[in-house]
């Protein structure tokens, strides 16, 4: 625009010139006519051509429109209700007009703030502009999440929607390891999908080693005891981030985004699939996968992303080619040495004849024959209590598994779990019986009604019931009166008035029925004896 006012300032401006400065700007003719005029006028108006100039009394954006923008969800007539009203109170000058109130917003408001205040930090996060990591060489950083899958998946003759729990190699975008489970995953998935990543031979392929630094994001199943521990041992720093940082760790997070659209979005039992109709339900004759066939596709998915898809970031290459093309030295372990690094250490133990005695139960190995009565150290898989590994408790020598003596058989096992998800219904069912309460509904405003009527006897009953099954209530302490203490205690008046006088009661005393002694020191009071002549 500057060299548009110059030109015509010189004499030189052709309407050729100004039809091709509109061409560019993506605006009419006259409107850059327009632009040079005002900025003739003022040198301000060159610097944003279009823009309206300001002048005193324009309508700005204060901290109270912030604020009622950010209580009204970005609603601009909700917050222009609220001004009008607080002006006819006297609290504040009128608003200006709903499309000078819009204009001002879009003006003096950013899209990330507009956004921010109808939606939250997250609604604002989607306009920020993030600087992205100088690619490293394969190994040094590793990122890791869990992530459940939108697909429903036959477990146990139940639909249940999988978690993946991957590493990936932030160089090559190479996922390294992977483990799914069926439901909500734990330090054991994490274990397991860390052994499938670091370990390079088959099944696993040439992706693997120990990294340098993973990235997690605070999960408690990343950041448990025992996945520390194991990271420590194998020298591998962890990264926490903090939390709601997505960002902090986008590879990891673009694998989740991309495994979805590019291979779940397919799969029968796709829960995000459009459906016809008003309320939205699977087929019934929708068929749906097996957790096994599931896991097999998404492993054969694993491999095609490491050796056949190209990412963008990769400039025309597969994760496979990046990765051999890079001259960094791995660092191995042995398979043996990995298995005992992801394990949880569970303190020291006993051999006896019996076995070893881990959580109340017996575990008994073939190795154990001759072995009692030495010392031993437990490692074990978190959630897999039917085995554990044992191991020499002075030089850490790896003596063998032992596997839990008197194993329940499978009819047992779901003979159990049914009688324990009925006796979970029952209870929830139960819980939501006594927790119900319904109120009548209210056409003013008035304090909330219970509805339920109960007559006189049924109150009474209930209550009856209730007092009869609570003990505190049951207790009698005024039953039997204390003692009135010796005449020689000095004992306070209100103590005094809780006691009644005489000789202190008489007690049964041991099983045959028989009286304690009534003298101090422990013997029968002397017998006496009565008007009559009779003793007692």
């Given at each position: 625009?500057?060299?548009?006012?110059?030109?015509r300032?010189?004499?030189?401006?052709?309407?050729?010139?100004v039809?091709?400065?509109?061409?560019?700007?993506?605006?009419?003719?006259?409107?850059?006519?327009?632009?040079?005029?005002?900025?003739?006028?003022?040198?301000?108006?060159?610097?944003?051509?279009g823009?309206?100039?300001?002048?005193?009394?324009?309508?700005?954006?204060?901290?109270?429109?912030?604020a009622?923008?950010?209580?009204w969800?970005?609603?601009?007539?909700?917050?222009?209700?609220?001004?009008?009203?607080?002006?006819?109170?006297?609290?504040?000058?009128?608003?200006?007009?709903?499309?000078?109130?819009?204009?001002?917003?879009?003006?003096?408001?950013t899209?990330?703030e507009?956004?921010?205040?109808?939606?939250?930090?997250?609604?604002?996060?989607?306009?920020?502009?993030?600087?992205?990591?100088?690619?490293?060489?394969?190994?040094?950083?590793w990122?890791?999440?869990?992530?459940?899958?939108?697909?429903?998946?036959?477990?146990?003759?139940?639909?249940?929607r999988?978690?993946?729990?991957?590493?990936?190699?932030?160089?090559?975008?190479?996922i390294?390891?992977?483990?799914?489970?069926?439901?909500?995953?734990?330090?054991?998935?994490?274990?397991?999908?860390?052994?499938?990543?670091?370990?390079?031979?088959?099944?696993?392929?040439?992706?693997?080693?120990?990294?340098?630094?993973?990235?997690?994001?605070?999960?408690?199943?990343?950041?448990?005891?025992?996945v520390?521990?194991?990271?420590?041992?194998?020298?591998?720093?962890?990264?926490?981030?903090?939390?709601?940082?997505?960002?902090?760790?986008?590879?990891?997070?673009g694998?989740?985004?991309?495994?979805?659209?590019m291979?779940?979005?397919?799969?029968?039992?796709?829960?995000?699939?459009?459906?016809?109709?008003k309320?939205?339900?699977?087929?019934?004759?929708?068929?749906?996968?097996?957790?096994?066939?599931?896991?097999?596709?998404?492993?054969?998915?694993?491999?095609?992303?490491?050796?056949?898809?190209?990412?963008?970031?990769?400039?025309?290459?597969?994760?496979?080619e990046?990765?051999?093309?890079?001259?960094?030295?791995?660092?191995?372990?042995?398979?043996?040495?990995?298995?005992?690094?992801?394990?949880?250490?569970?303190?020291?133990?006993?051999?006896?004849?019996?076995?070893?005695?881990?959580?109340?139960?017996?575990?008994?190995?073939?190795?154990?024959?001759?072995?009692?009565?030495?010392?031993?150290r437990?490692?074990?898989?978190?959630?897999?209590?039917?085995?554990?590994?044992?191991?020499?408790?002075?030089?850490?020598?790896?003596?063998?598994?032992?596997?839990?003596?008197?194993?329940?058989?499978?009819?047992?096992?779901?003979?159990?779990?049914?009688?324990?998800?009925?006796?979970?219904?029952?209870?929830?069912?139960?819980?939501?019986?006594?927790?119900?309460?319904?109120?009548?509904?209210?056409?003013?405003?008035?304090?909330?009604?219970?509805?339920?009527?109960?007559?006189?006897?049924?109150?009474?009953a209930?209550?009856?019931?209730?007092?009869?099954?609570?003990?505190?209530?049951?207790?009698?302490?005024?039953?039997?009166?204390?003692?009135?203490?010796?005449?020689?205690?000095?004992?306070?008046?209100?103590?005094?008035a809780?006691t009644?006088?005489?000789?202190?009661?008489?007690?049964?005393?041991?099983?045959?029925?028989?009286?304690?002694?009534?003298?101090?020191?422990?013997r029968?009071?002397?017998?006496?004896?009565?008007?009559?002549?009779?003793?007692?």
């Amino acid at each position: 625009m500057r060299r548009l006012l110059a030109l015509r300032r010189e004499g030189k401006l052709t309407t050729g010139r100004v039809r091709s400065a509109a061409a560019v700007l993506g605006v009419r003719e006259r409107a850059v006519w327009r632009w040079l005029a005002a900025a003739e006028r003022d040198e301000a108006a060159a610097r944003a051509p279009g823009e309206r100039s300001a002048y005193p009394g324009r309508f700005t954006v204060t901290d109270e429109v912030r604020a009622l923008l950010g209580l009204w969800k970005g609603n601009v007539a909700a917050v222009h209700r609220e001004l009008t009203a607080r002006a006819a109170r006297g609290e504040g000058e009128s608003p200006p007009s709903i499309p000078t109130l819009h204009r001002a917003i879009r003006r003096d408001l950013t899209p990330g703030e507009r956004a921010g205040l109808a939606g939250g930090e997250r609604a604002a996060r989607k306009h920020d502009v993030f600087l992205a990591r100088p690619r490293p060489w394969r190994n040094k950083v590793w990122e890791t999440d869990h992530v459940q899958a939108p697909v429903l998946v036959e477990v146990d003759g139940k639909p249940r929607r999988p978690w993946i729990t991957w590493f990936t190699d932030c160089a090559t975008n190479a996922i390294t390891g992977v483990a799914i489970t069926p439901g909500h995953p734990s330090r054991e998935s994490v274990l397991a999908a860390l052994r499938s990543a670091v370990l390079r031979e088959d099944p696993y392929g040439p992706f693997g080693g120990l990294p340098e630094k993973v990235r997690v994001d605070r999960g408690k199943d990343f950041v448990s005891r025992t996945v520390t521990a194991a990271f420590d041992l194998l020298d591998v720093t962890v990264e926490d981030l903090p939390a709601y940082t997505p960002h902090l760790k986008g590879t990891v997070e673009g694998l989740n985004r991309e495994v979805e659209s590019m291979f779940l979005a397919a799969l029968p039992g796709y829960a995000r699939q459009p459906r016809p109709g008003k309320r939205a339900s699977r087929p019934k004759d929708e068929v749906l996968l097996g957790f096994e066939d599931f896991t097999a596709r998404l492993l054969d998915w694993t491999r095609w992303w490491n050796t056949e898809h190209r990412p963008s970031p990769l400039r025309g290459k597969t994760p496979l080619e990046a990765w051999q093309d890079d001259p960094t030295p791995l660092r191995d372990v042995p398979a043996a040495d990995l298995w005992t690094f992801t394990l949880e250490d569970a303190g020291t133990r006993t051999l006896t004849t019996r076995g070893i005695r881990f959580r109340r139960r017996d575990y008994v190995g073939q190795w154990m024959t001759g072995q009692a009565g030495i010392q031993v150290r437990i490692r074990f898989m978190p959630h897999h209590d039917h085995r554990i590994e044992v191991y020499d408790a002075a030089t850490g020598r790896y003596l063998g598994p032992a596997d839990l003596a008197d194993q329940a058989t499978e009819e047992q096992l779901r003979a159990v779990r049914r009688a324990r998800s009925a006796r979970a219904r029952r209870l929830k069912k139960d819980l939501e019986a006594s927790q119900r309460e319904r109120y009548a509904a209210a056409t003013q405003a008035e304090a909330p009604q219970r509805i339920g009527a109960l007559t006189t006897a049924q109150a009474e009953a209930e209550l009856a019931q209730n007092a009869d099954s609570d003990l505190a209530q049951l207790a009698m302490p005024d039953l039997i009166p204390h003692a009135a203490p010796p005449a020689d205690w000095r004992t306070p008046a209100s103590l005094a008035a809780l006691t009644t006088p005489g000789p202190p009661v008489r007690y049964p005393y041991g099983r045959d029925g028989a009286f304690a002694p009534d003298g101090r020191d422990g013997r029968a009071a002397p017998p006496t004896t009565d008007e009559d002549g009779d003793t007692s």
